[in-house]
């Protein structure tokens, strides 16, 4: 009797104490191949977006797909209630859900520009906000952000994009100074070409802006900066780097971490 109570106790204590990761924009990607590796390294993963149909295909006993639309605040918070009931901890939020709005700056309409923002900024600030009460009561937690190398720079073309990334840079930065005394880790991870769908879904949204002849120049250039996307390194190293990131430390003023490939 004993001896079976003290089983039970130890299986109770294993599976409260297994790290839970939620990782947004989980059905394709960077997310995808983050979830995957995360549930394979013992993590408990809510791998969360639109496209259920895919997220099912990746469930198991380590993954938990969560239909999701990161721009529907009242989702987010069920989603979050869910966990908290569910697990109850929070150890790891990787905020991956986005996309690319390209097109010159005076053409993209303002409700295209909105929308970039809706999901690539305010989507992450959602959840930050959502996760952060958790975090602070269990003392700790790692907020992995994935922004872009043109967060940092920007080229013609990338205008509203990039503007998004640069946000969640200075959302980043601020937010680590303002949570790192209650033991948490705010992580930007800014990747730069990465072999995904990413290209393809950005080219496709170009078409739906209209351009004056003035722009055929910079139209006809934005193919060629992304050509080499079928040679960049895969999802997986990025996969990497949100693995090995809530067990580093940083100093306060550096919340950036940006994954090189392997030599070969």
Same mark, same amino acid.
């Given at each position: 009797?004993?001896?079976?109570?003290?089983?039970?106790?130890?299986?109770?204590?294993?599976?409260?104490?297994?790290?839970?990761?939620?990782?947004?924009?989980?059905?394709?990607?960077?997310?995808?191949?983050? $979830? #995957?590796?995360?549930?394979?390294?013992?993590?408990? *993963?809510? &791998?969360?977006?639109? %496209? !259920? +149909?895919? /997220?099912?295909?990746?469930?198991?006993?380590?993954?938990?797909?969560?239909?999701?639309?990161?721009?529907? $605040? #009242?989702?987010?918070?069920?989603?979050?209630?869910? *966990?908290? &009931?569910?697990?109850? %901890? !929070? +150890?790891? /939020?990787?905020?991956?859900?986005?996309?690319?709005?390209?097109?010159?700056?005076?053409?993209?309409?303002?409700?295209?520009?909105?929308?970039?923002?809706?999901?690539? *900024?305010?989507?992450?600030?959602?959840?930050?906000?959502?996760?952060?009460?958790?975090?602070?009561?269990?003392?700790?937690?790692?907020?992995?952000?994935?922004?872009?190398?043109?967060?940092?720079?920007?080229?013609?073309?990338?205008?509203?994009?990039?503007?998004?990334?640069?946000?969640?840079?200075?959302?980043?930065?601020?937010?680590?100074?303002?949570?790192?005394?209650?033991?948490?880790?705010?992580?930007?991870?800014?990747?730069?070409?990465?072999?995904?769908?990413?290209?393809?879904?950005?080219?496709?949204?170009?078409?739906?802006?209209?351009?004056?002849?003035?722009?055929?120049?910079?139209?006809?250039?934005?193919?060629?900066?992304?050509?080499?996307?079928?040679?960049?390194?895969?999802?997986?190293?990025?996969?990497?780097?949100?693995?090995?990131?809530?067990?580093?430390?940083?100093?306060?003023?550096?919340?950036?971490?940006?994954?090189?490939?392997?030599?070969?």
């Amino acid at each position: 009797m004993q001896l079976s109570y003290l089983v039970i106790t130890l299986r109770n204590k294993e599976i409260m104490t297994q790290q839970v990761a939620l990782v947004t924009g989980a059905s394709s990607g960077i997310g995808k191949a983050a $979830a #995957e590796l995360l549930a394979r390294n013992d993590y408990y *993963v809510f &791998a969360m977006a639109r %496209r !259920i +149909d895919r /997220l099912e295909q990746m469930r198991s006993d380590n993954i938990e797909p969560v239909h999701l639309d990161v721009i529907d $605040a #009242e989702a987010v918070k069920t989603a979050i209630n869910h *966990v908290m &009931a569910t697990k109850g %901890r !929070i +150890d790891v /939020l990787v905020n991956n859900a986005g996309y690319g709005q390209l097109g010159a700056i005076e053409c993209v309409s303002m409700e295209a520009a909105h929308q970039q923002f809706e999901v690539n *900024v305010y989507g992450y600030a959602r959840f930050m906000q959502a996760v952060l009460p958790h975090m602070r009561a269990q003392k700790s937690g790692c907020i992995i952000n994935i922004a872009s190398i043109l967060g940092k720079i920007t080229l013609p073309g990338f205008g509203w994009y990039a503007a998004s990334k640069h946000a969640v840079e200075a959302l980043s930065e601020t937010l680590r100074g303002e949570v790192m005394e209650f033991g948490i880790n705010v992580v930007v991870i800014a990747p730069g070409l990465i072999h995904t769908e990413f290209a393809a879904k950005e080219f496709e949204l170009l078409k739906t802006v209209t351009h004056p002849s003035a722009y055929q120049k910079l139209l006809a250039a934005l193919p060629r900066l992304l050509e080499d996307e079928s040679k960049a390194p895969g999802p997986e190293i990025i996969a990497e780097a949100v693995l090995k990131l809530p067990q580093l430390h940083f100093h306060p003023c550096d919340t950036r971490f940006q994954p090189t490939p392997k030599q070969p």
